[in-house]
Structure formats: C-alpha cells, structure tokens
C-alpha cells in the first residue's frame, strides 16, 4: 500500500530500549559507581541541600549564611539530613527526593550569629501625609560545610 | 511658690540641628548633584530612594526566578528539550530540585545538567508510550513512583 501523509501518526515514533537489556546497563552501571567509591576515586564532592526551606548547591570548606536563628552554638557540629543530589566529576547519585542517610554524610560548623546590616522599610504616599520608616535588623546565621562524605551502599 | 509649666517667653531651642541634618545626608552622600549636599532637597530624594528599595525587595524574587527560568531554558535547549518539558518530567520523576539549584547546576556542573536533561527526555517518552500503548500500569523504569516510609 502506497504511504500516505496519514499512513502513521504526525509524532515521531518512540521506542524504549529492552528492558532485560536496561536492567542489566543498570545493574553494570550501578556497580561500576560503587567500585568508584569504594576505591575513593573522585575528586571534589558537591552536594545540593535542603536547609532552612532554601536549597543549597555546596563542597566541601563552603560558607553559607542564613537568614534566621538555628538554635546550636558557635562551634556546633551539624549533620545535614536532606541531601537531595550528590555528584563528583565522573558521576552524580539523584534522590528521588531525597537521598538515603546511609549513603551521604553533610558536616557543618556554626562559625558565627549576627543580626544583618539594618534595613530601612519606608512606605510613603504622597499628598496623603503617610509615612511609616522601620528599621530591621534581622538574625543571621554563618555555618561552614566541613565534609562531605559518601558511602558505598548503592543497590 | 510652686511653678508647674515653664513661663511663655522662655522658647526651647534646637541645640543638635547638625546631627539631625547629617543623619538623612548620610544617606544621599554618594548621589548626584546638589541632593548630595542641600537638605531641602536630600531629604526627598533620600524618601524615594528608601522606598523604591523596599519595593525593589519584592520584586528582586521575582526577576530572579525569571531569570533563572531563562537560563535553565537556555540549558535544556542546548540539549534538545523545552523547559515546560524539561521541568514538568523532572517533577514527575520525584526529584524536587528548584530553579535556583537547577540555574547553578546548568552554569557550574554541565555533565550533571546534562544527565538530568536525559532523565527527563527519558520519562517524557515514557509518558508518550504509556499515554499511546494505554498499558495497565507505567511500563516504564523512570516512570516507577518511590515509596517512602
């Protein structure tokens, strides 16, 4: 039968690869990255974290500051739970949201706690005789990120 | 006798006049012209300069986010993907990554941008199949939902 503009469907054709085939690239992939990290062959680690309801893209000896009060000490060490993405040079593990607790270890120091440089809130409407000036000055907070670990328990 | 008020010749005047000028000049010393230096017309310049910077405030998040958004475009462009795809396949693939982290990673990780732009060229097929082959559960790998408990 002669082909046609209708013979198939406008969209092009779309064919997933075999997945007895997939499943085993995976498996292979899965222990080569294992190897990789076990033998600790990757260079600089970064990670993005959730803290403080903002993420963050971080390494290793990295400062961050926030915007609010944590309550630890200067000099606290603090783990960071949420690790959402951790990625060398040759490769990077996604969560999916997050990753395990057994796979990343994110280490942080509070370094320092200081208020922000005071900003000024001025509202003024014009030929109404309104004006309201507020001064704020709000809490911050400087932490470190020491280490970034990873662990080879991929599966 | 006992005196309660003070008498009416005697006018309180101001003793720190100079103080109070310095204050608002404070402000307005690295503007041009002669807001720099006369109050009369410092004072009003500096009034709209702190209120343009608190509305400036608000709309900083939004032109960042707009910026962002343009730059992931331009990223997942390079790698053959629209954004509203780009993005719409990242969520559904469960990973909660924002614009921000996604601008950093497309600018300073490339190979990791890159791989994420697979994942989500990867579940987009998958939901062409699934949407087309009406199976009765996703066939596909990416397209399986994590559990977590």
């Known amino acids: 039968v002669a082909k046609t503009s209708l013979t198939s469907p406008p969209w092009p054709e779309v064919k997933l690869p075999d997945p007895v085939e997939e499943a085993k690239y995976h498996a292979e992939v899965v222990r080569k990255v294992n190897e990789l990290i076990s033998a600790g062959r990757y260079g600089r680690l970064f990670a993005v974290v959730h803290f403080a309801s903002k993420q963050w893209k971080i390494t290793s000896e990295d400062l961050i500051m926030m915007d609010n009060v944590l309550e630890a000490e200067c000099g606290d060490r603090i783990r960071m739970e949420k690790v959402l993405l951790v990625g060398a040079d040759d490769f990077t593990l996604v969560g999916r949201p997050l990753l395990g607790k057994e796979l990343v270890r994110v280490e942080a120091t509070v370094i320092e706690k200081t208020e922000s440089w005071p900003k000024v809130n001025v509202r003024f409407w014009r030929r109404h005789n309104f004006q309201r000036k507020k001064i704020i000055a709000n809490p911050q907070t400087v932490l470190r990120i020491n280490t970034i670990e990873i662990y080879p328990c991929l599966s | ?149």
């Not at chain 2, 003793?15 to 230096?37: C, I, M, P, T």
């Not at chain 2, 410092?42 to 300069?49: G, T």
């Not at chain 2, 331009?74 to 614009?99: C, D, M, T």
């Not at chain 2, 941008?113 to 087309?132: D, H, I, P, T, Y």
Request: aromatic content about 10%; glycine content about 4%; some cysteine.
């Open chain 2, 1 to 149: 006798m006992v005196v309660l008020s003070a008498a009416r010749w005697v006018r309180s005047r101001l003793s720190d006049r100079f103080w109070r000028v310095q204050e608002v000049l404070k402000y307005a010393r690295h503007f041009r012209g002669r807001k720099n230096r006369c109050y009369r017309l410092a004072v009003r310049s500096v009034r709209r300069a702190f209120v343009r910077s608190t509305k400036a405030r608000r709309e900083k998040k939004r032109f960042l986010r707009a910026l962002w958004i343009t730059r992931i475009e331009a990223a997942s462009l390079e790698h053959g993907l629209k954004y509203p795809a780009f993005i719409s396949n990242l969520v559904k693939s469960q990973v909660e990554l924002n614009r921000k982290v996604l601008a950093d990673l497309a600018i300073y990780e490339p190979k990791t941008f890159k791989s994420l732009a697979a994942l989500a060229q990867r579940r987009r097929q998958e939901g062409f199949l699934a949407a087309l082959g009406d199976g009765k559960e996703p066939e596909g790998i990416f397209s399986r939902i994590v559990h977590h408990h």
